[in-house]
């Protein structure tokens, strides 16, 4: 059977460095604001530790991209072998344009779900995200645990609509 690869983790790469260098450089801003500001009046005081807290969150931010990064690397590592379904796309349930709605389909018994507001690695494309996943489709899914890491698309595209 031959199948075209839509999504593939391992050469897609890390999408959110951003988040990280931006975060870093936030971060250290504020860092630099809590030092530069004078904290004697009750106005640079609360400026003072609002840059702290500020620095706090965004560090925390850096720190849930690192590990998401991480759980990337798992999932490409070569140690990772990726578990294989194949079969007609079934029971579509595309997520609304708006919010962190879940989309969800099955391939046989396995359901296969993902958000595509999520920050974590993996294929996460809705339909209103132009996903070309439809009901009656044949594909490939390469998926460790609940992350699909591969997506083929195989045979001919059925009709458009969901």
């Known amino acids: 059977m031959k199948c075209s690869t839509y999504f593939d983790m391992a050469v897609s790469g890390f999408q959110n460095w951003g988040v990280v260098l931006s975060g870093i450089a936030l971060a250290l801003a504020g860092l630099f604001l809590f030092f530069l500001i004078d904290g004697r009046s009750t106005r640079s005081f609360l400026y003072k530790w609002a840059a702290l807290v500020s620095f706090i969150v965004l560090l925390l931010s850096v720190a849930s991209a690192i590990r998401g990064y991480v759980h990337y ?90």
Do not use: W
């Open 73 to 162: 690397r798992e999932l490409t590592s070569s140690a990772t072998s990726p578990e294989i379904a194949i079969g007609v796309v079934k029971d579509l349930h595309q997520a609304g344009q708006l919010g962190k709605q879940i989309e969800s389909f099955f391939i046989d018994d396995k359901k296969f779900s993902y958000s595509g507001t999520s920050f974590e690695p993996g294929f996460h494309q809705t339909f209103a995200q132009g996903s070309p996943l439809r009901n009656g489709m044949l594909i490939r899914v390469h998926y460790v645990g609940d992350t699909i890491v591969k997506l083929e698309l195989c045979g001919p595209m059925p009709a458009p609509g969901p």
